[in-house]
């Protein structure tokens, strides 16, 4: 079977960006740098603006 | 945070938009180009280049594909649409009119399936003339009412009702070329491996 | 907790960040709206088109093959990006807790950008179209949206940097990535350079990536931030969002060849656009995770809440397309689906039933905020939601099971040709009454949206919704 060397390209050009990407998120966990809490979830809530238990509900 | 430093964000982000792109445009690019035209293709001739405009302006491209896929995928083959397309059927295609809708059927050889230019005539001045069920615009402004035609010019078999005052209706410019055009259209010479 | 901390999280602050984002929200809300009406005007009379062949048949500007391209490019250029970014200013001042910067770039770039749209569109309708799917528009106009783009990315952008807010919540990565994205692929996809097949693997690399890096954040953005808001609670995992991002950013980038599938690519081409395609249930399931769990429990509020309303019909309906999709992409699927009205249904699935519901629901949100006015009549909104939502319904189970039997009857070469053809008619017949159904209420969420700008309603906090409860 002839592979066309696009495919080979491809499939590596995709193999280094998969390693990239896993050994990223590899170090920004092992660093802390990713928080598990959910923390961030709750910054959108600190402006005051009306929530049910404000009353509006829209 | 999504990670603490903020140009691996931004450097993430181009990546993934690079990767994708290296991939879909750039690999392909490459094999494509080295592949050849196939012998039997010949460059559209003026004429025809003006059709394929006239092709686009109308927009055909949403209702016809230029594609025809392999045998035991689709009807294709059994419907004798022509042999599947290789890349080098489409090298003077610029652009590119694959489509993407078959609510017509496909046009990448109608005109070897095809050839009579008056049945075209007809049945661009309007479809439901030819084929009854047909739900393909008609393309009055491809064609005019005239006392008489011209010599050696095509007459379009018209019902009277579309000639008020008799006269006949012949093709304008436009018209003629996108017929040559698609009669042009015949992608049935061998695949060169 | 430091006293400028303080500032930021008093209303006063909050609604000094909304009053100063209005006059360039409110244009391209306006600017988005009015195109919502045209195109929809136009996508009714390709419709029609279908199943009436010989209506408004000698004119040229309106024949099928014209209008039918003019719709999408209004649709999407006029309408879901106008009213979107709209939407994204008012959402990254917020999330950046400073005022929108360069606001007189956004009101030049709307100006651009209504320019861009009204030439393409006219260029599309008088004859002048690139003839490719998604990329019609004559240079010109492209290169004038390409500009007013880079001008709104560049507030966009300066906010950001001008940023006091010290989380980056995630509705502010997918809005950041698609600024950064968006104009990249504009530009490099309306290069006219490419030809023959290579030219078909742009488009498709174009037209799959314009959902993937411009409508789909936009959309995403904006439900990460209603429905927690709306609700009062956080969203389910947030580390999940995360995932969710980067698988998003990393898979869908590779979609597009998927709408190739049995054409003359490279066979390679087409199965690595179907293994990303597969790929999406992953950030797909991520984000149908978080947006469903913050919703489970709350239904009641979507009978008081449009926004809710209209933003967790349209967060189902992500999960809906995208699974679809997925599916959709299957070398068997496609065999039967490609070239058929069953596509059409599912793109409506996506930019109407996912983008545009969610574009609705947010401004429903956003204009009493930036105005200090509220909605006036609640029936009638009530009447854009049913309208909208039964007319998608009816419109894409029309065509799911028209196409799906489009493609069966055409893939059966003893078939006749024509008897394919009649047979659509009847399923088209039902895709303009339920087309016709959202235009309508398209009318009535116009009717109110400038009722809104003529202070019709009343004055914020003496609303007619608290006593309604």
Same mark, same amino acid.
């Given at each position: 079977?002839?592979?066309p060397p696009a495919v080979l390209l491809v499939l590596g050009v995709a193999a ?43 | ?193 | ?200 693997? *742009? ?65 390679w081409l087409q199965t690595i656009s179907i293994i990303a395609s597969v790929l ?6 991520? *984000? ?81 905020? *930036? ?99």
């Open positions: 079977m002839n592979v280094c960006g998969a390693a990239l990407a896993l050994a990223g998120f590899a170090w920004a966990a092992a660093t802390g740098q990713l928080d598990p809490s959910n923390a961030g979830a709750l910054t959108i809530f600190d402006d005051g603006d009306d929530t049910p238990r404000q009353g509006a509900r829209r | 945070m999504i990670f603490i430093r903020l140009w691996m964000f931004f450097a993430g982000v181009l990546a993934v938009l690079f990767l994708g792109w290296v991939g879909l445009v750039g690999a392909p690019g490459v094999q494509l180009a080295a592949l050849p035209a196939q012998t039997g293709l010949r460059p559209y001739t003026y004429q025809q280049e003006h059709g394929r405009q006239i092709y686009i302006r109308e927009g055909c491209v949403y209702c016809h594909t230029q594609q025809t896929r392999p045998p035991g995928f689709g009807g294709d083959q059994g419907r004798r649409w022509g042999r599947p397309s290789v890349p080098g059927d489409y090298v003077f295609d610029q652009p590119h009119l694959l489509g993407t809708s078959r609510t017509g059927p496909d046009l990448l050889n109608i005109g070897a399936r095809q050839p009579s230019a008056e049945w075209h005539y007809a049945h661009l001045f309007n479809p439901r003339a030819v084929v009854p069920q047909s739900i393909m615009p008609r393309f009055p402004w491809l064609f005019e009412l005239k006392a008489a035609a011209d010599p050696g010019e095509p007459v379009v078999d018209a019902p009277a009702e579309f000639r008020p005052g008799g006269g006949v209706i012949t093709p304008t410019r436009e018209g003629v070329d996108l017929v040559e055009y698609l009669r042009g259209m015949d992608r049935t010479y061998p695949v060169k491996p | 907790m430091t006293s400028i901390t303080k500032e930021l999280e008093t209303v006063e602050f909050r609604e000094r960040l909304d009053a100063e984002s209005a006059i360039p929200v409110l244009v391209f809300l306006a600017s988005g709206v009015l195109w919502l009406l045209v195109g929809s005007a136009l996508g009714i009379i390709a419709s029609i088109k279908l199943h009436a062949p010989d209506w408004l048949a000698t004119i040229p500007q309106l024949t099928f093959g014209r209008v039918r391209p003019a719709h999408l490019d209004v649709v999407a250029y006029g309408w879901a990006s106008l009213a979107g970014v709209g939407c994204l200013i008012w959402l990254t001042s917020r999330l950046c807790k400073t005022p929108i910067r360069q606001r007189g770039a956004l009101i030049a770039s709307a100006a651009l950008w209504n320019l861009g749209v009204l030439y393409g569109t006219g260029a599309v309708l008088f004859g002048y179209s690139q003839g490719v799917e998604w990329l019609e528009y004559p240079l010109p106009a492209a290169a004038i949206i390409a500009v007013a783009f880079l001008l709104f990315a560049w507030s966009i952008l300066s906010t950001f940097h001008a940023r006091q807010a010290e989380h980056l919540y995630v509705s502010l990565w997918y809005v950041i990535a698609s600024v950064v994205w968006f104009p990249i692929l504009f530009v490099v996809a309306n290069l006219p350079i490419y030809s023959g097949v290579e030219h078909a693997a *742009v488009n498709w690399w174009y037209g799959h990536n314009a959902l993937a890096i411009w409508f789909t954040p936009i959309g995403l953005a904006l439900a990460y931030y209603m429905i927690p808001k709306v609700i009062g609670r956080p969203i389910y995992s947030y580390y999940l969002s995360l995932l969710g991002f980067w698988s998003f950013a990393l898979f869908y980038n590779w979609n597009g060849i998927h709408h190739l599938v049995g054409g003359p690519v490279p066979t999406m249930v992953i950030p797909v399931m991520a *984000v149908a995770v978080n947006h469903h769990m913050t919703t489970i429990g709350h239904f009641k509020l979507l009978r008081t809440s449009p926004t809710l309303r209209f933003t967790v019909f349209g967060a189902m309906c992500y999960t809906a397309v995208s699974f679809q999709g997925s599916a959709e992409a299957l070398r068997n699927t496609q065999e039967v689906v490609h070239f058929t009205h069953y596509t059409v249904g599912h793109a409506h699935l996506g930019v109407y039933a996912f983008l545009s519901m969610i574009l609705f629901g947010s401004m429903y949100y956003i204009i009493p905020r *930036v105005t200090a006015w509220d909605w006036p009549r609640p029936g009638a909104i009530r009447l854009h939601f049913w309208l909208a939502a039964l007319g998608i319904s009816l419109y894409f189970l029309a065509l799911t099971i028209g196409g799906w039997l489009q493609g069966m009857a055409m893939n059966n070469p003893a078939e006749p040709f024509v008897n394919v053809v009649a047979g659509t008619r009847g399923w088209l017949i039902l895709r303009s009454i339920g087309g016709s159904m959202m235009g309508l209420g398209h009318l009535v969420f116009a009717f109110l949206f400038f009722e809104m700008l003529w202070r019709a309603g009343p004055r914020r906090g003496a609303s007619p919704w608290e006593d309604a409860k």
